[in-house]
């Protein structure tokens, strides 16, 4: 039997153990770790979707207020986890929430509108969760949530030397754990600063070969005209087939 999702398991429970003692200072004021309060939905996942090497492994950055950080699945915007994946899961809370970004779990009526771009195109052009996972695996860089008084979220990268040095040393060796273990020949990072962390976790002289598919978060105008074409176009200049 495939013991990948076992071993995806040990890369988890090490990057948890490894992230718990960090602390962050202001502007951020609260710290989401849905693989702690929503463990389940990611077992799951990794337990449905996660066996055995694949051709491409997709990485984002961290996870989104209304995606992963309710349902524990990268990109997870709700209708594709549970409806499309078929995947469902008791959610449980953070301890310190934010009174403005409630966790609902598969409760949530808020859409993640990067997850149903990248969920809406896996499906539009695979058609079956099984289609799509037998040639690719999607993973977050980064598990935790960062979250400012005001609500807003702030992304990684914007943490101060101090706080993101430990935070990106935990989360490089989780991601080179994956890398190793699922063997893809292609890891391709969802943005420019997810492409960025692959190429330090690998190295020059790597096995796999680095690529950026575009962003497909809102945020980027570029991402808010046809984003699943940009991601075809995107995959197929890195020479990535669809069929």
Not at 75 to 102: K, L, Q, T
Not at 202 to 211: E, F, I, K, N, Q
Request: proline share 11%; aromatic share 10%.
């Amino acid at each position: 039997m495939n013991d990948t999702p076992a071993e995806l398991a040990a890369i988890t429970d090490l990057l948890v153990q490894q992230l718990a003692p960090l602390r962050f200072g202001p502007p951020v004021t609260h710290v989401y770790q849905p693989l702690d309060y929503a463990r389940p939905a990611w077992d799951a996942y990794c337990a449905r979707f996660g066996r055995g090497p694949r051709p491409v492994l997709l990485v984002g950055l961290n996870p989104g207020p209304f995606g992963m950080a309710q349902v524990g699945v990268p990109f997870g915007e709700v209708a594709a986890v549970r409806d499309w994946m078929g995947i469902s899961a008791p959610i449980g809370r953070p301890a310190n929430e934010h009174p403005r970004r409630p966790i609902d779990g598969f409760g949530c009526t808020r859409s993640e509108v990067s997850g149903a771009r990248l969920w809406g195109w896996a499906r539009d052009r695979f058609v079956t969760p099984e289609a799509f996972f037998s040639r690719f695996f999607v993973a977050n860089w980064c598990p935790l949530v960062f979250m400012e008084a005001s609500g807003r979220n702030r992304t990684p990268d914007k943490l101060p030397t101090a706080e993101r040095l430990p935070l990106e040393a935990a989360c490089d060796r989780a991601l080179a754990g994956t890398i190793a273990l699922l063997r893809p020949d292609w890891v391709v990072g969802i943005g420019a600063f997810a492409e960025a962390r692959v190429r330090r976790v690998l190295g020059p002289d790597a096995r796999s070969r680095v690529g950026r598919v575009p962003h497909p978060s809102p945020a980027s105008p570029t991402a808010n005209r046809d984003w699943a074409g940009q991601m075809d176009r995107a995959l197929a200049e890195l020479g990535i087939s669809l069929t």
